[in-house]
């Protein structure tokens, strides 16, 4: 990056400054500023074990070093760049995501303090590096609800939230100044990764701070305290929220923070985050909050504090607006057992707890955990579409087989690299040997990539036509 594509408006610089003296942290800072951003990835474990990526990504060329915050993440290094990291098979798979490393903090922060929570509520969720890592730590339990303000970026929240094999997660598009007085006291844990001036990600885009200037940082403080607020409000006695930025000015992170603590002194305390991994003390404020700076850990800038909540607060007045009929029923034991059996036999499984819900010709799969919020609030998009009915049976939808398929189904076909490649621009595929059956799951190195039929002796591709790749792919 040259210096003249990068712009550090001066009253930033003074502030900067003022953080971090004359000395060499602040001229360590401007030089960080100018370097590339190191190229990091997060393991997507409801795919994969840790252990089972390094092995499958070692003859690769990569050099993946382990950032100390997060087990599941790596900074990473390629002999050959010459192939977006995006269109590799392990990526378009769902096996990994790509995520910057300190934007890992929140949800390692979240968990290390909040033991096998059941509800979690993501209140700034797009595009779903942080709802992905949250469904990875939850597992088979609970559910997320993945908010998102920016009617354009829910389709993307969407995407990636498929792509991972997220099953659990409920999608809403509010502003998240809703959810303190629509969801009192609902939730066992909150990550607000707040929208801020972004001074944090000016390696990744150097006009970041175009428009930057004191005033606008007071007037998204302002907006942030608001988020603060309802974020407390959604909170159960005793559960931990994370507040979380990438900025480095005090206004937008302990500004913020002291708020909320001098409104509730009573109800509310700060874990501290020093040893949440080895060298944390470094970035450590004296309240216990993490700030970290660029040039600590090669990484992008950020903020992040964990409150806990010792007790109830006056409960916000309720939202002003209407939730509407809810649109799906329930399918009764004997319709459930039939769809659960059928499913069963195209090769789909699912956890109990997965609840089937009817809606016109669509069934979907509803975590159980989410049915106490029908009627109190709108949604997006729940769970998982599990399939169409119509008049010889059931559709069986491309989300639900990458989410539910069982490479150990009788009637399997693994694809080589060449059939995936072509799998991925949207062909048909057509293969040297025998087939299993007339209808298959196809895999590629062990995830189901899709359900296919046999036309001939052809496989007729399924993969959905918006997301069909051009353009260089993983071979």
Request: glycine letters at 8%; charged letters at 20%.
């Amino acid at each position: 990056m040259s210096d003249s594509s990068l712009f550090l408006p001066d009253d930033f610089l003074s502030q900067m400054q003022q953080l971090l003296g004359d000395g060499a942290s602040f001229e360590d800072f401007k030089t960080y500023c100018r370097l590339p951003l190191r190229r990091s990835l997060r393991v997507n474990t409801l795919k994969i074990s840790v252990d089972a990526f390094l092995s499958k990504v070692a003859g690769y060329g990569w050099q993946l070093t382990p950032i100390p915050w997060c087990e599941e993440g790596f900074w990473l290094t390629r002999d050959d760049e010459s192939l977006p990291l995006g269109s590799v098979a392990e990526h378009l798979s769902g096996l990994f995501y790509i995520q910057e490393a300190s934007s890992m903090l929140p949800v390692s922060a979240l968990f290390a303090h909040c033991e096998h929570p059941q509800s979690v509520i993501d209140m700034a969720a797009a595009p779903g590096s942080k709802t992905t890592q949250i469904a990875a730590r939850m597992g088979e339990e609970g559910m997320i609800l993945a908010n998102e303000y920016s009617a354009s970026r829910v389709k993307v929240l969407h995407a990636n939230i498929s792509r991972c094999g997220v099953t659990r997660a409920a999608i809403t598009h509010f502003d998240a100044a809703v959810f303190g007085p629509a969801l009192p006291e609902y939730f066992d844990a909150v990550l607000l990764d707040a929208p801020c001036s972004g001074e944090g990600v000016i390696r990744k885009d150097p006009k970041a701070l175009k428009n930057w200037s004191p005033q606008s940082c007071q007037q998204i403080a302002d907006t942030q305290q608001g988020l603060l607020e309802s974020a407390f409000q959604a909170l159960k006695p005793g559960g931990t929220l994370v507040y979380s930025t990438c900025t480095l000015n005090r206004l937008e992170n302990q500004q913020v923070i002291g708020s909320l603590l001098a409104r509730y002194p009573e109800a509310v305390e700060v874990i501290r985050l020093d040893t949440l991994f080895p060298g944390a003390e470094q970035v450590a404020t004296p309240e216990g909050f993490l700030h970290v700076f660029p040039q600590v850990f090669d990484s992008e800038g950020f903020f992040v504090a964990c409150l806990r909540k010792t007790g109830s607060v006056p409960k916000l007045p309720a939202p002003g607006y209407k939730v509407g009929k809810f649109p799906f029923t329930p399918l009764s034991r004997q319709q459930a057992e039939e769809v659960r059996q059928r499913a069963a036999g195209s090769g789909l499984h699912w956890p109990a707890d997965l609840e089937l819900w009817q809606r016109d010709k669509e069934i979907w799969l509803f975590p159980q955990a989410t049915v106490p919020l029908f009627g109190r609030i709108r949604f997006s998009r729940i769970g998982v579409r599990l399939a169409e009915t119509f008049a010889k049976g059931y559709r069986w939808q491309h989300e639900a087989v990458i989410a539910l398929g069982n490479p150990d189904h009788a009637q399997v076909y693994a694809f080589t690299d060449e059939e995936a490649e072509e799998w991925y621009r949207g062909r048909d595929i057509h293969p040297d040997g025998p087939l299993p059956g007339n209808e298959m799951l196809v895999m590629h190195h062990g995830q189901p990539l899709g359900l296919v039929k046999k036309v001939g002796n052809r496989i007729k591709n399924s993969y959905p036509r918006d997301l069909v790749r051009d353009g260089r792919l993983f071979r």
